[in-house]
């Protein structure tokens, strides 16, 4: 079964950090890949997104992605963190193809940032 | 002019009971989706919809029942809530089921009691 595998459960960092969040996907087929963040007690927003092409994507409030096709991967960076960065960030992934837009979401990364 | 609505945000109900969620998208999107996120805020498919019609259903137990009278709507029904119920819903919605940049609501936390 395809699965998403985000690598850290709790990162903790100081403000002015770099951060890089890990995610492997399972699925050898054509994907479209994401990167949702959830502040607390709000609902997903989408950071950023692959669909095809240039495989580091830039999203939302300085944050970039790259898609490593030959590692599965789909790692999140930002070079320096911020206080209003803490929140829960969620990888996903989506075959596409009769699939029925299904999300595979990974376990999620809590992002504690310290001022 | 919120893009993807739930109501309530809140529900707190007795074991047993019949209950609601209502969810409204105005970005003119096909594809609506309901998702659960359990205590340990894992998120987990459990339908979709296009146009209308079901196009997933995730093992889910009978006694969710998701309806969508058009396009822009998509609520879930749940019938004799138990306590394992208990989590947030989201409601999502996508352009289509190929596009999945989805959009998703504020949820709805449901605590069953």
């Known amino acids: 079964a395809q699965s998403v595998s985000q690598h850290n459960h709790h990162v903790i960092l100081s403000e002015a950090a770099s951060l890089e969040l890990g995610c492997n996907y399972s699925y050898g087929g054509t994907v479209n890949l994401f990167w949702y963040v959830q502040y607390p007690g709000q609902h997903l927003q989408l950071l950023l997104k692959?669909?095809?092409?240039?495989?580091l994507v830039k999203g939302i409030k300085g944050f970039e992605a790259e898609f490593i096709k030959s590692k599965f991967s789909f790692n999140l960076r930002k070079p320096s963190v911020q206080w209003s960065d803490t929140a829960e960030y969620f990888c996903a992934v989506n075959r596409i193809y009769n699939q029925g837009g299904k999300l595979i979401f990974g376990q999620g990364t809590e992002l504690s940032v310290k001022p | 002019d919120t893009a993807v609505s739930q109501t309530p945000k809140y529900l707190v109900t007795q074991m047993g009971n019949d209950k609601s969620i209502k969810c409204e998208q105005n970005l003119g999107h096909d594809t609506m989706y309901w998702y659960k996120q359990d205590s340990k805020k894992f998120l987990k498919i459990m339908f979709s919809y296009n146009n209308k019609e079901l196009i997933i259903n995730e093992t889910v137990p009978n006694r969710f029942s998701p309806k969508s009278p058009d396009k822009a709507h998509l609520n879930l029904h749940i019938n004799s809530l138990e306590l394992g119920d208990s989590a947030v819903y989201f409601c999502?919605?996508?352009?289509?089921?190929?596009?999945?940049?989805?959009?998703f609501g504020q949820g709805t936390r449901l605590t069953v009691v």
């Open positions: 692959y669909f095809s092409g240039d495989p």
């Open positions: 999502a919605s996508s352009q289509d089921p190929e596009n999945t940049e989805a959009f």
